[in-house]
T-cell receptor, first 111, second 114 residues
């Protein structure tokens, strides 16, 4: 079952912050985050595991609220290079099964 | 540059043609994936190979035929495709099919069916 992402699209000025949410009605084992720039391959950002955790590198971080089955991706002090479509991908407890991408959030960072 | 290499980058074919898409990785990964991506949509999983055996087939029409000749190579054979099959075809690999494995994607093959 495909997770839900919000917002569908967001436009920022350089230096502004953004939050992208990913939620599921099913119990999840993990949430993956990927960024895809136009005409390029999706690039892995990070994985959050059930149990509730927070991760980050540079100015991009994420959290996973197991109680709500929701993950949030935080982009702080956004840079032009952050532009692209962000997909979450979710896994349930079956090995290799049921990995599915969300519909994506299109992020545009303007100068 | 990605560590998963796909060829060709672009392919135009007629509905009666037979062609193949190729994917190669040298990261020692034992799981390999084919995805189909339409414009402004997320990648949709088609097939998954684990240790060179087909593990998942997401009810893909038989005009798409995957093959995994060895642990580094993945092919997708195409025959009698329809115009709606025009899309970006992405290959990905991961360490294995254990949970929480990041997937590494190739740049894709952009396929157009005339």
């Amino acid at each position: 079952q495909q997770p839900v992402q919000s917002p569908q699209a967001v436009i920022l000025r350089e230096g502004e912050d953004a939050v992208i949410n990913c939620s599921s009605s099913k119990a999840l084992y993990s949430v993956h985050w990927y960024r895809q720039k136009h005409g390029e391959a999706p690039v892995f950002l990070m994985i959050l595991l059930k149990g509730g955790e927070q991760k980050g590198h540079d100015k991009i971080s994420a959290s996973f609220n197991e109680k709500k089955q929701q993950s949030s991706l935080y982009l702080t002090a956004s840079q032009l290079s952050y532009s692209g479509t962000y997909f979450c991908g979710t896994e349930r407890d079956n090995y290799g099964q049921n990995f599915v991408f969300g519909p994506g959030t299109r992020l545009s960072v303007l100068p | 540059d990605t560590e998963v290499t796909q060829t060709p980058k672009h392919l135009v074919m007629g509905m009666t043609n037979k062609k193949s898409l190729k994917c190669e990785q040298h990261m020692g990964h034992r799981a390999m994936y084919w995805y189909k991506q339409k414009a402004k949509k997320p990648p949709e999983l088609m097939f998954v190979y684990s240790y060179e055996k087909l593990s998942i087939n997401e009810s893909v029409p038989s005009r798409f035929s995957p093959e995994c000749p060895n642990s580094s190579l993945l092919n997708l054979h195409l025959h009698a495709l329809q115009p709606e099959d025009s899309a970006l075809y992405l290959c990905a690999s991961s360490q294995d099919l254990a949970l929480a494995q990041p997937q590494h994607f190739g740049d894709g093959t952009r396929l157009s069916i005339l």
